[in-house]
């Protein structure tokens, strides 16, 4: 049986589950951060991040590489 393939907008990083669906199956280990529906910030993390080290960490080496241009053009 075929697989089937879903094409997504341009645009369609505007909405939260777009992104999140796109994303599965690709990452072994995921933080994800944002704004609930209610306005409040929220965090998950799979169990493979040990402690609040492994997490600072991903998101310190992210900043640096967002600061440095490693992403420009990547994240809308």
């Known amino acids: 049986m075929a697989e089937v393939v879903k ?7 505007k909405n939260a589950d777009n992104v999140l669906e796109q994303a599965i199956g690709v ?5 994800i951060l ?3 529906k209610d306005g409040n910030l929220d965090a998950r993390a ?8 492994d997490v600072l960490w991903l998101l310190e080496t992210f900043k640096h590489k967002l600061l440095s241009g490693d992403y420009m053009g990547d994240i809308e």
């Open 7 to 13: 094409f997504y907008p341009a645009d369609a990083a």
């Open 27 to 31: 990452y072994d280990q995921v933080i």
């Open 34 to 36: 944002g704004w609930d």
């Open 46 to 53: 799979t169990l493979g991040m040990k402690d609040g080290g």
